[in-house]
């Protein structure tokens, strides 16, 4: 995977070049079609969604609390508290990007200090 790819996402903006040549060569491509679903509340996490086309909605029981797109990425809560999602996401149309793995994230966590920073800032903003 290209390195330029990480540029586009806030979370990954400030990480060295060395960084993310490490961590592009382990990152895997994900897509899906409208309707599919990415996350399924009360599975257990394992993956962070880097969204780079399309758009997704994460959604509670009963209603859609956001919708996300391009530049934007899913998943962090559960990957960073290591518990069971909280909520659903499909995707809204035809959609794709890259994942993280748990242990990928971690392994940022551990090595880049404004990664952390940011990850723990998001999981913070998003309120639900």
Do not use: Y
Request: charged share 30%; with cysteine; glycine share 10%.
């Amino acid at each position: 995977m290209d390195v330029e790819r990480f540029k586009g996402f806030d979370l990954f903006a400030d990480l060295p070049d060395d960084q993310l040549e490490k961590l592009a060569g382990v990152v895997r491509d994900w897509s899906a079609e409208k309707g599919d679903t990415l996350i399924k509340r009360g599975d257990s996490s394992f993956q962070l969604f880097a969204i780079e086309k399309g758009s997704l909605e994460v959604c509670s029981k009963e209603e859609t609390l956001a919708t996300v797109g391009n530049g934007d990425v899913v998943g962090e809560i559960g990957v960073t508290k290591h518990g069971l999602r909280k909520a659903s996401v499909e995707a809204a149309e035809d959609s794709g990007g890259f994942f993280l793995t748990n242990s990928q994230v971690e392994m940022l966590r551990r090595e880049a200090p404004e990664f952390e920073q940011r990850i723990q800032a998001l999981v913070e903003s998003r309120g639900f």
